[in-house]
């Protein structure tokens, strides 16, 4: 079974940092692109950064600065250390990957079952 599973996000005060880390795990050839999203209550779903295989990296002007993606490739694992965290990054965080499987060509989506980050003022 193929799964994204996200660990890391609790409750911090503003000014702190929070890691977050996700793996993928089942009968995967390869990762492409890996990401982060996050979704506050009545809002849309939005990207965070994501990060290619050779660690091209890409992010939100709300992340630019204070967030960093990182990867692992070995590990099948995707990092985001936040830092400086403000109230408005209150959210839950997701995991994003396109996997690709050694017996159906393509790429496909997966995303993580969300972690949830808290920041209080």
């Known amino acids: 079974q ?4 996200e ?8 000014g702190g940092s929070l890691t977050l880390s996700c793996a993928a795990s089942g009968s995967i050839s390869s ?3 890996m990401g982060w999203y996050r979704q506050a209550p009545g809002k849309q779903r939005e990207l965070v950064a994501k990060i290619t295989p050779g660690g091209y990296t890409n992010y939100a002007d709300s992340a630019k600065g204070r967030f960093t993606i990182s990867r692992d ?3 099948s694992t995707v990092y985001l250390q936040m830092n400086s965290l403000k109230p408005e990054d209150t959210a839950v965080y997701y995991c994003n990957a396109d996997l690709i499987f050694p017996v159906v060509t393509g790429v496909y989506e997966y995303w993580g079952q969300g972690t949830q980050g808290t920041v209080s003022s």
């Open 2 to 5: 193929v799964q994204l599973v």
């Open 7 to 14: 660990s890391g996000g609790g409750l911090v005060q503003a």
């Open 73 to 75: 490739n070995a590990k």
């Open 31 to 33: 990762i492409n692109g």
